[in-house]
């Protein structure tokens, strides 16, 4: 519990903006995830702190702990044909899920079509060859605070 205060104080989020990011991605409530994810990058100080495609990985895995009773937390691991950002394995035989995340410093890139991408790249490097049951494959592209995520 002290964990997830300290997440929240850190990233200027909300306990209940948290669970309710969680709770709906566990409910496959795509636009529920989606409006508190793009809420949660507002109440971030800066946009010069989300730089890279790393900043974005890393401020999304620090929230993961929270679900590291439901579900192993895997970053950056090599699997299947390549190394996929995030993983979420279920523990208790819900559904998995793959996150991708994708960054661009051009303002002129297609968000949607890079986030699309980043589901291409999940589906062709066969990051879910280590999972059974559901898996959800969400792609995260990122131009400063805005996002575009694509789920399948």
């Known amino acids: 519990m002290e964990f997830r205060k300290l997440t929240a104080y850190h990233l200027k989020a909300t306990e209940t903006d948290l ?6 991605l566990k409910r496959c409530k795509k636009e529920d995830f989606e409006d508190r994810y793009r809420k949660i990058l507002l109440t971030l100080p800066s946009y010069h702190d989300l730089k ?3 900043s974005y990985h890393m401020m999304l895995l620090g929230m993961c702990a929270w679900l590291s009773n439901e579900y192993e ?3 950056n691991r090599e699997v299947g044909k390549g190394r996929c950002d995030i993983i979420l394995k279920s523990k208790k035989n819900q559904i998995s899920y793959i996150l991708e995340f994708k960054y661009t410093n051009d303002s002129s890139v297609d968000l949607k079509q890079l986030a699309k991408s980043a589901i291409d790249q999940i589906n062709s490097r066969r990051y879910n060859s280590e999972l059974s049951g559901t898996v959800i494959r969400i792609g995260l592209a990122h131009y ?3 996002v575009e995520i694509e789920w399948q």
Do not use: A, M
């Not at 669970?19 to 709906?24: G, P, Q």
């Open 73 to 75: 937390v895997i970053s």
């Open 52 to 54: 890279y495609e790393n």
């Open 19 to 24: 669970t309710v990011l969680f709770n709906s």
């Open 144 to 146: 400063q605070k805005n």
